[in-house]
């Protein structure tokens, strides 16, 4: 999950945490969306498809393994580190930087724009989804995929507030981000008021996985700027009181099995 906009430059990360990011965060977290979002906007043979707010690049992958062999798949973000990692896991994909919010496309562009996981990074989020509205053709689909609420996440939502209790309001934020796009009604509004008619609207529980409660906490916080504003002392009482708030969703070999809700918005351009 990367951000597009001026606020994102605080989001802006070395290429070793991208490289940390796709081989640990995406198989454990992304991967299982990347299909689900696809199969809901209807990806198909022959289609121009566009990944916004690409990250490293999964729903560009899945989708490009389903528009085969006349379609094009482009990503496009803001991160060029996340590029970077994209480029080198798929080089035969396009992949591009540029902000969600000035989309470096005609009008027009492309049949089908997916967004998975970064909508609520958008500084403008009305702007991003009206962009995403002006390059898919008339009749095209636009598809977002957020998580829910915060409260709607079992393991979630007791550990960021374990964060916060220990690193402050900042923690709050920085680890809340991911959440704030979770009211579906807020959601469908934003959407519509770019000017796109609901086609459907879904929720789905998957699977948040780790390989051991400090996996955990080092992906959720060193996949952000948490890790640079908390003091060392801060970082080890967070991975401490983590064994307790993730007891429950702590595996025999120690792994995290955690269930975890997201909303699926598909839209048409009319």
């Known amino acids: 999950m990367t ?65 085969v062999p006349d379609g094009r798949i482009v990503g496009v973000d803001l991160n060029e580190a996340m590029l970077t990692v994209a480029r080198r896991v798929r080089p035969d994909i396009e992949f591009r930087r540029g902000n969600a919010e000035a989309l470096p ?21 009305p702007r991003a989804l009206w962009e995403m509205a002006r390059v ?44 704030v796009c979770g009211d579906v009604e807020e959601l469908t509004g934003l959407v519509e008021s770019a000017g796109l008619q609901i086609a459907t609207i879904r929720t789905r529980l998957g699977t948040y996985r780790a390989p051991s409660v400090d996996a955990f906490v080092t992906t959720e916080v060193e996949s952000t700027p948490l890790l640079e504003r908390i003091s060392d002392d801060e970082y080890r009482r967070i991975r401490a009181d983590a064994h307790d708030v993730l007891a429950p969703f702590t595996t025999t070999d120690d792994s995290i099995e955690a269930p975890f809700e997201c909303n699926i918005v598909v839209a048409r351009r009319q």
């Open 105 to 125: 496309f005609l009008d027009e562009s492309f049949d089908t724009v997916l967004c998975q996981m970064a909508l609520m990074f958008f500084p403008d989020r």
């Open 3 to 67: 951000m597009s906009g001026e606020s994102s430059e605080s989001f802006q990360i070395p290429l070793e945490v991208a490289e940390f990011y796709e081989s640990v965060f995406v198989p454990a977290f992304f991967a299982q969306w990347a299909p689900i979002l696809c199969d809901a906007a209807g990806v198909a043979s022959g289609q121009r498809v566009l990944d916004v707010g690409c990250g490293s690049g999964i729903v560009a992958r899945t989708a490009a393994d389903l528009v």
């Open 136 to 179: 898919v053709t008339a009749g095209g689909t636009v598809a977002v995929l957020v998580p829910g609420a915060l409260d709607a996440q079992p393991a979630f939502a007791p550990f960021v507030r374990m964060a916060a209790r220990h690193a402050g309001t900042e923690a709050m934020s920085l680890l809340g981000t991911y959440f």
